[in-house]
């Protein structure tokens, strides 16, 4: 699953000029043209990454990375911003608020690129990397093989599409929602309790008789995964 990244920006013609070049990256893109846009996309689209203008009609950059922050459930969306002014102080600002960098406009795409993929790395590691794990369960990416303490998993598709995606989020609850639009695909029906069935065949499939379960189920919010706690032997 390729990251996804909101550009938040009120130029047309950068827009363009930035979809252009993420995509072609591989980047999965959706934008935004003010401030009040940005904070309704990333509650419907949870993207993996923000670019995030100063200068915007309304609500400007620095506002908006504000309140980002001040939110649960999207302070650790990491927030390039994005400016025209270049100046040291500004920079300050935009850090103070919130923001993981700062790139001051005009920027060659290669230079952007760069920095995306610099963030992306240092906060979600899992995106940049072949090998995903967590505790004893490895996912490798280039092999499509999934192991558990040594032992071979075979998972289905959608089971191991559940569980790459579970590995990329480590330790976020995912609610069922979520999960459906990014391992189902929005543009596809289907029913909450699908995603529960599933999980089923998935925690059946990881877990050996002597296994934990790192499939957590979050009451009335959905599910996460994290190693387990092996708790002290008395
Ligand atoms: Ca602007």
């Known amino acids: 699953m390729k990251p996804r990244i909101l550009i938040t920006e009120d130029e047309v013609s950068l827009v363009a000029l930035l979809r252009y070049n993420l995509e072609k990256e591989g980047y999965v893109v959706d934008e935004a043209s003010d401030g009040q846009e940005c904070l309704v996309k990333v509650a ?3 993207p993996d990454l923000i670019l995030l203008d100063w200068m915007l009609p309304q609500l400007s950059g620095l506002e908006v990375c504000r309140q980002l922050r001040r939110n649960p459930e999207t302070r650790n969306i990491p927030v390039i911003m994005v400016t025209a002014r270049g100046e040291e102080s500004d920079r300050v600002r935009g850090l103070d608020v919130g923001a993981d960098d700062y790139i001051a406009k005009p920027f ?3 230079e952007l690129l760069a920095r995306i993929r610099a963030v992306l790395r240092r906060i979600r590691p899992a995106l940049s990397e072949e090998m995903l794990t967590c505790g004893d369960v490895v996912m490798d990416l280039g092999a499509h ?4 303490g040594g032992r071979a998993i075979h998972l289905g598709p959608t089971e191991y599409r559940l569980l790459r995606y579970f590995l990329e989020h480590q330790g976020r609850v995912l609610s069922r929602d ?4 990014s391992v189902w695909g929005r543009d596809i029906f289907v029913e909450q309790r699908t995603v529960d069935v599933h999980i089923r065949r998935l925690r059946k499939a990881l877990n050996g008789d002597n ?4 499939i957590r189920t ?11 706690v092996v708790e002290a032997v008395r």
């Open 211 to 214: 296994d934990l379960d790192m």
């Open 108 to 110: 060659s795409p290669g």
């Open 178 to 181: 979520q999960l459906l639009d």
């Open 218 to 228: 979050v009451r009335s919010a959905g599910y996460s995964i994290e190693p387990p």
């Open 145 to 148: 093989k999934v192991s558990r």
């Open 44 to 46: 419907e689209e949870q």
